[in-house]
């Protein structure tokens, strides 16, 4: 039966001589399966769908990849070479990881003993074993001839010593399968192979002459059909980049085909694969040229024929003329990859517009690095509100290691050995969805469980010991052990004032479903770091499967949408029993190289999924993935990104002498960059970071780029003197810019918010649209009884209380991200809370120095002596304080607390004032001065002068770290209290713009700009408060109603301070 071989530079053009080559003569047997190599699971999902649209229905099909399929040869041609083969990279990089160290004293070695010396051998030997059966895996495919000279004695270097070693241990290596194949096609046994009635090679742009030989080989028994995707119809394997070509004499040049400059650069890898096809076709039975050109007339038809034809590198050729206004290639300069994205997303509702046939499952997407670029795709595609402007889309080639999920967890378990027990890490375990729920904690509970790990300060270690034994301070503060144990002791009974309990200080906050919450967390937290205990110890392979089959079993729930990545894992780990039985290792080792194991491992999985699933396909620049489509974008395409630099080991000898045919990375990349070029029907997009986020200059991009404009600048000409730069738009670094809502033609955006933002900004009499456009109705007139608290939190903050009371909205305070360090100094919340505690007890006569066990056991000073010295400095600095204080106070005792029912106007203000000696009202914290704290003292204040009781004080103070601010009697209080309940009333229907530390610093010298340096300074601006952001966004509040209700405020207040 004949070999046919089948080359066009069109896809479409080989899947419809596929269509006639089935049809034509359908299989004799119905039940058997067409056969049919493909590179890659994109090309099996376009050709089942291709041939389904030409047939109507397509089914039972295989789609090997190339060394599947040889390998289903082998297995038929070789009894037992089907099981998993000594010599597959998996089990030798075992095998020479057992093998090596005893080689390690022969002279050959002495590099790689070298190289193994120092800390971390065992990984080290692990990894670099790796990299030898790779290199000797290529050796197979790519020096079959160098291997059957080393198993003959031949050469005594380290390579050829280790090879012999392993060659002789047993089993057949790809070159012995061939040969062994060969043999029974020579002896014409093809009885017991198998071979299919016929086979179809197709997409194929590359294959290394191993397998071309073998598919020679079986073509007398079988059909054999090899589709060719070819760049050139015409014979240019001999044509040279300019780059080799200067280093030509004249003579030389002149003897060469002049080509096509860009097929000459970036289609080495195909050129010599052309060269093979020619040799091939001269034996082949059959051989078509299936070539086809373009026809739109576009300057990206107009690319794509000059390579067709061989065309665009004769010297003295005028320029072609393009239309100047064609967009079939275009290319973008940004600033970041989210940019790259925010611009794609434009572009391709743009082409939705313009081309209304346009699909999005027509639209794909490559970069070089898909994981790196998924958030930002995600973010956009995701964030995209208008629902006419949301475009599906699907990633394909993540690794399941990479995707924040249950193989993700996974690894951070590995991870966690010799890492001291770190909260953080702990919590973003315990925060993965299969782990809490496996321990049956709900999302919505995971917040509650953070707030205990933060105000029980857990940061490292689970106990002293541990740490002990880990060569730390054996210090208890801030271990897990003190943490839980106040959380299980504040269960069992309540704070009592910082009463202390065998040393520990009871964790007063558990209610509801705490108790039960905090059990389920102890579990997991107890059997995590059960776990660890048994991941430091040396293990046999069989002994790790054993033990890592354990953390799925026992920290994961089996959620439906994780059941794949569940599947792969337990797969995952069935092969480490394989990998032991097929390699004989005998070994043990330790985490570090099973933990590397699995990382590699799971990088290498993907889901069989995302390729065109309907919506915009974004995948990773794979080679032999030369697939049609109607818009193809390239983003990425940076001058450190790709192509790809070629780094193989130092002992690689194909690296060393390379001949045709051989892989490379860098000619791999440039041929994917070629056939993208190809392979985009109407659009092609290419994009790159272009300019400094920083400073805005110039990133160069892919050399390839550049050498895509080069050629472009030489050939091509719109009339213009800036062609082909105009084909570049350099892009703002910001969505916003106003220079994409101007109506220019490069620059644009389908951002509705952006446009209205920048319009109003650009027309400036806009204003911004407030959060409240007018007055909410009166609240009920119950609410105009306040109680004095209720008051006090009004003037506090009035947007808050706006926001509460009338929309009963509850902004969440930002949570404080957990901490790995055990404190250094006092933080300042800590110090605060801490002064106050010690304020209170030297004000009821009790020693401070009592609260130490207190503080240390809350886990808020350093460790050790550096923690009471910063204590004991605290407690200095209190007592000093506190003698100000009772200066304040005066002899005697305090008075009974003060009711208060006034009826002001409307209103009715109740409550109990407290703190009231003989002489003034007193009120202290340990603290600065605030506009808050001057606000609260004058209502207070007020109040008291307002009741007037007989035997009571109307004279007020307030003692503060940095001074003290007194009041003397108010006359007209009540007066100053209706003005402030009025506001009080008019701010329960519009946030009232009173911000008391911008009032405060305003009332200084009534200048608005203290108050704007206040409100928006560098140093905890006023303006950063939550409420603030939500009801004035843009806004600028400190117009002149801000300076109204200050002066109405402060006023009176500055006029009644005392001395």
């Known amino acids: 039966m004949p070999l046919n071989v089948y080359t066009s530079n069109r896809m479409e053009e080989l899947v419809a001589r596929l269509g006639d080559v089935l049809g034509a003569r359908p299989l004799a047997d119905p039940f058997s399966s067409e056969v049919l190599v493909v590179q890659s699971r994109g090309m099996q999902r376009w050709l089942a769908m291709e041939l389904a649209t030409r047939f109507g229905v397509w089914a039972n099909a295989r789609y090997p990849f190339p060394n599947a399929f040889v390998q289903e040869l082998f297995t038929a041609a070789v009894p037992g070479a089907g099981d998993l083969s000594p010599f597959d990279p998996a089990v030798m990089t075992w095998r020479v990881m057992e093998t090596l160290p005893g080689f390690l004293d022969q002279p050959a070695f002495a590099s790689i003993g070298g190289y193994l010396a120092g800390g971390e051998r065992e990984l080290k030997r692990y990894q670099l074993a790796g990299k030898i059966a790779d290199t000797f895996d290529q050796y197979t495919i790519f020096r079959p001839e160098m291997l059957a000279g080393w198993e003959r004695g031949r050469e005594d270097h380290w390579q050829a010593l280790l090879w012999r070693a392993l060659a002789t241990e047993g089993g057949l290596h790809r070159q012995r399968l061939r040969e062994e194949l060969f043999a029974r096609l020579a002896r014409r046994d093809v009885a017991t192979l198998g071979l299919p009635e016929r086979i179809a090679v197709f997409g194929v742009s590359y294959l290394p002459k191993f397998h071309l030989e073998i598919f020679s080989r079986i073509a007398p028994f079988t059909e054999v059909n090899l589709f060719v995707l070819s760049p050139c119809r015409e014979y240019w394997a001999d044509i040279l980049p300019e780059r080799v070509l200067a280093r030509l004499t004249p003579e030389e040049r002149t003897a060469r085909i002049e080509g096509n400059p860009l097929l000459a650069s970036l289609g080495r890898l195909g050129r010599e694969f052309s060269e093979t096809i020619v040799e091939l076709s001269a034996t082949a039975g059959g051989e078509a040229d299936l070539y086809r050109g373009g026809d739109d007339g576009t300057l990206l038809a107009a690319i794509q024929d000059d390579i067709l034809n061989l065309r665009g590198g004769e010297p003295h050729r005028p320029k072609t003329a393009i239309d100047g206004g064609d967009r079939s290639l275009r290319l973008h300069s940004c600033h970041s990859p989210m940019r790259e994205v925010e611009v794609l997303h434009d572009t391709l509702l743009a082409y939705f517009e313009e081309m209304t046939d346009l699909e999005p499952r027509q639209v794909l997407v490559m970069t070089p690095d898909i994981e790196a670029y998924a958030p930002y795709i995600a973010a956009v595609f995701d964030g995209c509100q208008d629902p006419k402007k949301r475009i599906p889309y699907t990633i394909a080639d993540r690794s399941i290691g990479a995707g924040g999920g249950l193989a993700e967890t996974f690894l951070a378990i590995l991870d966690l050995p010799g890492r001291r027990f770190p909260v953080t890490a702990v919590m973003e375990i315990f925060a993965a969805a299969p782990v809490h729920e496996r321990f049956g904690v709900r999302d919505t509970e995971l917040d509650l469980v953070r707030r205990w790990l933060e105000e029980t300060r857990i940061r490292w270690g689970m106990d002293e010991e541990e740490r002990r034994a880990a060569g730390f301070p054996p210090f208890r503060e801030n271990s897990w052990r003190a943490g839980l144990d106040r959380l299980l002791l504040g269960y069992a009974m309540p704070d009592e004032g910082g009463r202390l309990f065998d040393g520990i200080l009871p964790f007063d906050a558990m209610e509801g479903e705490g108790p039960a919450i905090l059990g389920r967390f102890l579990t997991f937290v107890e059997r995590l770091h059960g776990l660890l205990a048994d991941l430091e110890r040396p293990r046999s392979l069989m002994e790790w499967e054993g033990l890592c089959r354990r953390i799925p079993d026992d920290f994961f729930a089996a959620p439906e949408e994780s059941g794949f990545e569940m599947a792969t894992l337990q797969g995952i780990l069935d092969e480490v029993r394989e990998l032991q039985s097929a390699s004989g290792f005998g070994g043990t080792v330790g985490l570090p190289v099973i933990r590397s194991w699995f990382q590699g491992r799971l990088r290498r999985e993907q889901p069989a999924v995302g390729f065109m699933s309907g919506g915009v396909t974004f995948c990773a620049m794979l080679p032999m993935r030369s697939i049609p489509f109607r818009v193809i974008a390239m983003l990425g395409m940076n001058d450190d990104s790709f192509p790809r630099q070629n780094r193989p080991p130092g002992f690689d000898l194909i690296a060393a002498e390379r001949r045709p045919g051989d892989r490379s990375l860098r000619d791999e990349d440039r041929y994917l960059f070629l056939e993208a070029l190809l392979s985009a029907r109407e659009r092609l997009i290419i994009s790159s970071i272009g300019q400094s986020v920083r400073d805005n200059s110039p990133v160069p991009p892919s050399v390839l780029v550049d050498e895509l404009l080069d050629y472009l600048e030489r050939r091509y000409t719109d009339g213009t003197p800036g062609f082909p730069a105009s084909l570049v738009t350099r892009h703002r670094l910001q969505p916003f810019s106003p220079a994409y809502f101007t109506g220019t033609e490069e620059l644009f955006s389908y951002a509705d918010e952006e446009c209205r933002a920048v319009a109003n900004r650009l027309r ?25 608290g209720s008051l006090l939190a009004f003037f506090d903050n009035p947007s808050r209380a706006f926001v509460r009371t009338r929309l009963g909205i509850t902004l969440d305070e930002a949570a404080s991200p957990l901490d790995d360090r055990e404190p250094f100094g006092l933080d300042s919340l800590a110090a605060y809370d801490l002064r106050r505690e010690l304020l209170e007890r030297a004000l009821a006569g009790d020693d401070p120095a009592a609260l130490l066990p207190v503080a240390r056991a809350k886990g808020v000073l350093p460790p050790a002596r550096q923690g009471e010295m910063a204590f004991h400095a605290l407690a200095a600095e209190v007592t000093e304080f506190a003698g100000r204080v009772a200066g304040l106070r005066g002899a005697g005792e305090p008075l009974e607390p003060l009711a208060v029912d006034l009826a002001i106007g409307p209103f009715r203000v109740t409550g109990l004032l407290d703190g009231i000696r003989s002489e003034r009202l007193v009120r202290y914290r340990c603290a ?41 009697p108010v006359a007209e209080s009540r007066a100053c209290l209706e003005t402030l309940l009025n506001f009080y009333w008019d701010g329960l229907r519009t946030p009232l713009r009173f911000f008391p530390r911008a009032a405060a610093a305003y009332s200084r010298k009534w200048e608005i700009g203290s108050a704007r340096t206040t409100w928006g300074g560098e140093f905890n601006p006023e303006g950063n408060n939550p409420y603030y952001r939500l009801c004035y966004g843009g806004e600028d509040p400190l117009d002149g109603e801000f300076e109204r209700v200050a002066r109405v405020i402060f006023e009176p207040l500055a006029h009644h301070r005392g001395e």
């Open 928 to 968: 600065r001065l605030s506009g808050r704290d001057q606000v609260r003292l004058w209502i207070e204040h007020l109040v008291l002068n307002a009741v007037a009781e007989t035997g009571y004080p109307t004279a007020s103070a307030l003692a503060m770290t940095d001074g003290s601010l007194s009041f003397v």
């Open 764 to 788: 400036g009499s806009v204003p911004a649209p407030s959060f409240v456009a007018e007055p909410l109705p009166s609240p009920p007139d119950e609410l105009r009884t306040v109680t004095l």
